[in-house]
């Protein structure tokens, strides 16, 4: 019988195990037998394993994190010790891997294929920053739950007066900045693609408590030059200019939990089938995302060598609609 391997790695996403049940299912509709590894590259190099059948992944498709748990494993990067890796794979006789993750996890992926095991890559992070897609499985969720704080922050701020900075996640990445501005209606946004300078902020803000502005938001990527604790430093030292009392939340780890959303459930679970339609078809080392609304596999190489980048104009309306 045919096997194959799935595992989640790097940052956990709303939408993995949703990702891993359509693995699961798809494969075992064909006559397949899947091994779930534990804790990503970790447990690969650990031989940690477990059969997962049809009914083991029933019941978690609507839930975050993921079944067969995540990891960092920095010392994959060593050549010796992902030849421990491919052991496991030998040693289980699996006809192929499909690596649930973000970025690095795709190197990952990228390196195990170039040892010869059959890859295939599905991306996974909120962080959106992984080239070859559109949108990773976990940007909706993440998203919508950022939302979620700055619309109930801005509730608190107008009664207040105040402005508020919203601290949102993306690693090197502003897209969850960007959108969390747009959709939140933000007076502002501060992104790791574009140089801020702290004193336009004050004059943004200061233009916002002119126009009879009840409150203002902000919102800053964690990857930007200047990030949250450091922005509400320099506005404590300058608070007379302000024209608003101001408050600095970070939102942190709070927007990966939770319920992963209808459309993080669908992306994920399209995802998880067409890899494993890829492996059927011998077309390893690829990723699979989605590319203007079609799943699209691309190669592993291109993802690696590849930066995906931020489509500045959306900016642009960031800041055209911020009056
Ligand atoms: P994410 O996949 O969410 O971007 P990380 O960047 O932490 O998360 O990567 C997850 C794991 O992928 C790392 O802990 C490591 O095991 C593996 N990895 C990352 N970069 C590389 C690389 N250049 N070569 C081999 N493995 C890597």
Redesign the pocket.
């Known amino acids: 019988m045919p096997r194959l391997g799935v595992l989640t790695?790097?940052?956990?996403?709303p939408g993995m195990n949703a990702a891993i049940r359509a693995v699961v299912r798809t494969a075992t509709s064909y006559g397949w037998e899947v091994l779930g590894i534990r804790h990503?590259?970790?447990g690969l190099i650990a031989n940690d394993v477990v059969v997962l059948t049809a009914r083991d992944v029933g019941g978690i498709i609507q839930l975050g994190g993921t079944l067969l748990n995540?990891?960092?494993?920095?010392?994959?990067?060593d050549e010796p010790v992902?030849r421990r890796a491919v052991d496991t794979v030998r040693r289980h006789q699996l006809d192929g891997v499909v690596i649930i993750?973000?970025?690095?996890?795709?190197?990952?992926?990228?390196?195990?294929a170039q040892s010869g095991v059959p890859v295939v890559g599905v991306a996974?992070?909120i962080?959106n920053?992984?080239f070859g897609t559109d949108q990773s499985i976990g940007v909706d969720t993440a998203l919508n739950i950022a939302l979620e704080a700055v619309d109930r922050l801005k509730t608190t701020a107008s009664a207040l007066q105040r402005a508020f900075l919203v601290e949102v996640m993306g690693?090197h990445c502003g897209y969850l900045a960007l959108m969390t501005a747009i959709a939140g209606g933000a007076d502002a946004v501060v992104i790791p693609e574009m140089e801020t300078d702290p004193e336009q902020l004050i004059a943004d803000l200061q233009a916002a408590a002119d126009r009879g502005k009840a409150h203002a938001m902000v919102v800053v990527a964690e990857g930007a030059r200047y990030n949250a604790e450091q922005l509400i430093d320099y506005f404590h030292a300058r608070r007379d200019r302000l024209g608003y009392e101001i408050r600095a939340t970070i939102l942190g780890h709070v927007q990966r939990g939770g319920a992963p959303t209808a459309f993080d459930r669908l992306l994920a679970t399209r995802l998880g089938a067409a890899a494993v339609n890829e492996i059927m078809a011998g077309h390893a080392a690829v990723m699979v995302g989605v590319r203007q609304g079609e799943i699209a596999a691309t190669p592993l190489d291109e993802v690696?060598r590849n930066v995906k980048t931020l489509d500045l104009r959306l900016l642009d309306l960031a800041r055209r609609l911020a009056t």
């Not at 790695?9 to 996403?13: K, M, Q, Y």
């Open positions: 790695s790097g940052g956990d996403a990503g590259y970790a995540s990891a960092r494993c920095p010392e994959f990067h992902r993750g973000g970025n690095g996890s795709q190197r990952g992926a990228y390196d195990l996974s992070t962080d920053d992984v690693r690696v």
